[in-house]
């Protein structure tokens, strides 16, 4: 271990935010499946799949939105597409891909609320159904309505279309709408005629999906009959009926590649393929029917037993041919995506997570040196509810863990991150273990947590659990029943026994007066603190026994002392990995740091404006990490009891703190459903301002040598760079001083003639880039304020509305680009294409404004310096009269003393 001193953590940046993207309702996929667009709150968000950013949030009106529905078309530059939001204001919103730019608005498309809608396969048409029965077909491209369909009576609740396209096989030019309602009739619209082909009467309930094959021959429909229905599309005949067993809520169809054993079988047919019905529902599974045979075609899903009353329903399903998957959307806003044929899961996204109650780091897998330790690449996450997420830090992918039966309030994980520790409120604590064979892996390539073993024996909820940190010995528990007990861990861990085992008790100690919220064990496994909301914490001593071939493991506590001062509950304590101290966070808004040899609180930080609910340490114990009610992660120097840093991205209490064994990662969680890791950049930005002092000694070096030389060229523009306003004008006002000497100059008369006084900076002034003028002129607003260098800010300005027209002059200020003939078949300014890169542009609110108050200075102080130079002039004209008057009398009295002296000879 380096004995160097650590480096203290200043500045944290948020390196990954996990907020909800899904709160419920409607949400639909990108034709090639790289965007999700959903449902949060009452908006529409865009979300990237693969990384978790979102995109762009569509604020189309104050209302809800209640369906929406994307062009099937790749999403890509090339291809575009539309996207279609409707919302509860009765209004459509169309939106072009993949810009996200409003393309057309419809204020009152329906008469009633709409429920449902759909687009065509060509991405040309889009069809809406509302709670009056009335289907209309619109234009995606203009915006208008080219076909209004009445025939229901209920609300619509499945459409569909069946274009004709090349190669599919069926009747080409057919253009047909079909469409689905709670009267429980399908009707099938011919769209070129407008006229009602069929009505199709087999359901007894809601119709909830439909869908035709590619050649239009047969059509699929399915309710919450729990049947099935196969239709001849082209005569309007019932072929089939499949009963499902289950309240379906999404049917549709899909072409999926048979097995080898299959193929083999058909080869002389030639068919690769095969048709099959998608269905979901209540049962909270998707389940594949035979199109032709009507039989259950069995996958590795069907496999998976599923928790008795832990069923969790599908609210739609979407298909995405050309990641050949099927999306659920659940309704506890899970979305999981599986593949086809076998329905493995591929990825699982959480929409929202409601309350992050607790977190932890885990390392599932091993690491692959012996020197490293295994890396943290999963995080455990405790919300309200009673199933744990795991989410993959690397890629945005989620696995959860059914199990408890109430919602899960505390998470522990051995020193290794190899297990898991969970304590619900229904009075149970469970461990988790993922197998060290990556073969057992999920096909989502998540590491398959399974749970190994179970700890019953407390009478309440169990808010606190916490497990030894040498070795994987013992755990103990606390619960709301004011006891703890340890249970025997080592025997669980060292089994082979793949099944779940019941943990067994080695003690049971009532150890606070009042609901107990926190523990922590001490890093030698000698000493456990405890934090309960009778405003006390306490410490006490292990004493572990482990098995021997005779007798089983044992353990006892014993209370060494109790911490007194906090005047509300203590809601976290925490060992320091270094000190004999102990830290505490309490509801009276403060931390405390105590002493382990006397109990004495030694110092005291206070900074938060409300319950601080964690705490935990950094640097080698140097630094403290809390969490608060505030919504805020502060960052302390134990030394000085100073805040140096405070980390805000929560609107809500911050119930989750975990740091990880590195240092360099911090995870808050929050009752607003956002999981923020925070990454340690205190070296990178100290490294950043080292190199910017070099920088600018370099620039400063290189502007003397500038100076010396007389190279006002490049003076001019590294002094603009570096951002020194006083060294610029200090250096016009010497050009002006030297254009005074004509001595000094190596071409005097073209001096003279120059605007600024010198040649060389009217060449400058003349070939500055547009974000360059605007900071010169930005400096000039602020010259011309002071009289003494109001001169020197005249002449350049002179210069610059010499050598710029106004237009140019006013895109400068307003951040734009001016294109005129002038500029036609010039080379760009490299130095001025680098500066529009790497600086962000304003928005043009702030550009314009910016614009008008550099302009609005100039002009006001311009018109006052006039009037102080008119008024000038005027006075030294009286002052020229003057002093011919007095001229005059000096000559009159000449004369007169002349005369004298001549009468007086």
Aim: hydrophobic share 35%; aromatic share 6%.
């Amino acid at each position: 271990m380096s004995n160097t001193r650590p480096r203290f953590k200043t500045s944290f940046t948020a390196a990954r935010t996990y907020s909800p993207i899904h709160t419920g309702g409607a949400a639909v996929l990108s034709g090639d499946g790289s965007w999700l667009v959903s449902t949060l709150n009452e908006q529409a968000l865009v979300t990237e799949i693969e990384t978790g950013n979102p995109v762009q949030e569509l604020k189309g009106d104050t209302s809800a939105v209640t369906t929406l529905a994307i062009t099937p078309s790749p999403l890509s530059p090339q291809a575009g597409g539309y996207l279609l939001t409707c919302c509860r204001s009765l209004a459509l919103h169309i939106y072009s891909l993949p810009s996200l730019s409003l393309h057309r608005h419809i204020p009152r498309a329906h008469e009633a609320p709409i429920i449902t809608c759909a687009s065509d396969p060509t991405g040309t048409l889009f069809a809406t159904g509302s709670a009056d029965g009335v289907v209309k077909v619109w234009d995606a491209a203009r915006g208008h309505c080219t076909h209004v369909l009445k025939g229901h009576g209920g609300v619509i609740s499945a459409i569909t279309f069946d274009i004709a396209s090349a190669g599919d096989g069926g009747k080409q030019g057919r253009a047909k709408l079909v469409t689905g309602a709670d009267d429980c009739k399908i009707r099938v619209w011919d769209l070129r005629t407008r006229e009602c082909l069929h009505v199709l009467d087999g359901h007894n309930s809601v119709v909830r999906g439909l869908d035709t094959t590619k050649d239009g021959k047969s059509l699929v429909s399915g309710g919450r009959d729990k049947v099935v229905n196969v239709w001849d599309l082209e005569r309007g005949v019932l072929r089939r009926t499949m009963p499902v067993f289950e309240t379906l809520e999404s049917v549709g169809l899909v072409e999926i590649e048979e097995g080898e054993e299959s193929k083999k079988g058909k080869e002389k047919e030639g068919s690769t393929t095969r048709r099959a019905i998608y269905t979901g529902g209540d049962k909270g599974v998707i389940r594949l029917w035979d199109l032709l045979t009507g039989e259950q075609i069995k996958t590795k899903a069907d496999e998976t037993p599923v928790q008795e009353g832990k069923v969790h329903e599908i609210l739609s399903i979407i298909n995405t041919p050309s990641q050949s998957s099927l999306t659920a959307i659940f309704v506890d806003q899970n979305i999981v995506t599986r593949s086809l044929p076998h329905l493995s899961i591929t990825r699982q996204i959480i929409g929202f997570n409601d309350e992050v109650i607790d977190t932890c780091y885990l390392s599932p897998f091993p690491s692959t040196s012996s020197e490293e330790p295994a890396p943290e690449s999963h995080l455990a996450v405790a919300t309200n509810s009673d199933l744990i997420r795991i989410y993959d830090l690397n890629r945005f992918n989620t696995s959860l863990l059914e199990g408890h039966e109430d919602v899960v309030l505390c998470l522990a994980r051995s020193a290794d991150g190899q297990i898991l520790i969970s304590g619900s409120k229904d009075k149970t604590a469970r461990i988790w273990k993922s197998p060290p064979n990556s073969a057992l892996s999920s096909s989502d390539g998540q590491p398959s947590w399974r749970c190994i073993g179970k700890a019953e024996g407390h009478v309440e909820s169990i808010g606190a659990v916490a497990v030894s940190k040498k070795e994987n010995n013992f755990l103990i528990t606390a619960s709301q029943d004011r006891t703890a007990k340890i249970w025997d861990l080592a025997s669980l861990v060292s089994s082979e026994n793949d099944e779940l085992s019941p943990l067994r008790s080695m003690s049971t100690t009532k150890i606070h007066d009042k609901d107990i919220n926190t523990l922590d064990i001490a890093p030698n496994d000698k000493l456990l603190a405890s934090g309960s909301q009778d405003r006390t914490a306490k410490l006490f001593s292990i004493t572990y026994t482990s098995k021997t071939k005779s007798t089983p493991a044992s353990a006892q506590l014993s209370l060494l002392g109790t911490f007194k001062g906090h005047k509300r509950g203590v809601w976290s304590v925490k060992f320091s990995p270094v000190d004999q101290c102990l830290a505490t966070a309490s509801g009276d808004r403060t931390i405390k740091l105590w002493s382990l040899a006397d109990f004495t609180c030694v110092k005291t930080f206070e900074g938060h404006s409300n319950t601080v609910l964690r705490v935990d340490f950094l640097t080698r114990g140097m630094q403290i990490a809390s969490a608060a009610s505030d919504g805020l992660v502060k960052v302390w120097n134990v030394k000085d009891e100073e805040c140096v840093s405070t980390l805000d991205n929560h609107e809500e209490k911050i119930w989750a703190l975990a740091v990880s064994k590195d240092e360099k990662h911090v995870v808050s969680g929050g009752a607003d459903s956002v999981i923020t890791v925070w990454e340690d950049v205190t070296e990178s930005e100290e490294l950043e301002k080292i190199q910017e002092q070099e920088e600018l000694v370099l620039k400063e070096q290189d502007y003397e040598n500038y100076l010396a030389i007389n190279d006002y060229s490049n003076a001019i523009l590294l002094a603009l760079s570096m951002d020194q306003p006083r060294r610029l004008l200090k250096l016009f006002t010497e050009v002006r001083l030297t254009s005074d000497s004509p001595s000094s100059s190596s071409d005097p008369a073209a001096d003279l003639l120059s605007f600024t006084g010198s040649r060389h900076v009217d060449a400058v002034v003349k070939s500055l880039s547009p974000s360059d003028l605007r900071q010169l002129l930005s400096y000039i607003k602020d010259w011309n304020t002071v009289s003494r260098s109001s001169d020197v800010a005249q002449g350049i300005l002179h210069a610059i509305l010499k050598y710029h027209d106004a237009d140019a002059v006013l895109a400068a200020l307003e951040g734009r680009q001016e294109t005129s003939e002038e500029n036609d078949g010039e080379v760009l300014d490299l130095d001025g294409m680098l500066d529009g890169v790497v600086t962000k542009p304003k928005k043009q609110n702030d550009s314009k404004n910016n614009a008008g108050e550099v302009l609005g200075a100039l002009i006001s102080y311009t018109e006052r310096h006039l009037t102080r130079a008119d008024k000038l002039v005027r006075e030294s004209f009286i002052v020229e009269h003057l002093l011919g008057m007095m001229e005059g009398f000096d000559d009159f009295d000449a004369g007169a003393d002349t005369n004298g002296m001549e009468v007086d000879q």
